[in-house]
């Protein structure tokens, strides 16, 4: 099960996206049963559009946590 904290960062990223894509953001579920995501099949190509995307959605995302060392 998700946490709260997780939906609140699944949110942001996907508020963020959304303002960059503007309007011709479409949206789909990957496979029957998925939750919708962004469907970017027009601009999939376009490598500095993506990759601009993908950098603004990372800068909203925490930084990950130290994994615990083994004992």
Same mark, same amino acid.
């Given at each position: 099960?998700?946490?709260?904290?997780?939906?609140?960062?699944?949110?942001?990223? %996907?508020?963020?996206? !959304?303002?960059?894509?503007?309007?011709?953001?479409?949206?789909?579920? %990957?496979?029957?049963? %998925?939750?919708?995501?962004?469907?970017?099949?027009?601009?999939?190509?376009? !490598?500095?559009?993506?990759?601009?995307?993908?950098?603004?959605?990372? =800068? =909203?995302?925490?930084?990950?946590?130290?994994?615990? =060392? =083994?004992?």
């Amino acid at each position: 099960m998700r946490s709260f904290k997780f939906k609140s960062i699944e949110k942001l990223t %996907a508020i963020t996206g !959304r303002k960059f894509i503007g309007d011709d953001l479409l949206e789909a579920p %990957a496979y029957e049963g %998925a939750k919708s995501s962004f469907l970017i099949e027009e601009k999939i190509e376009n !490598r500095k559009w993506l990759s601009e995307l993908v950098r603004i959605s990372e =800068k =909203k995302l925490p930084m990950p946590k130290p994994k615990k =060392k =083994k004992q």
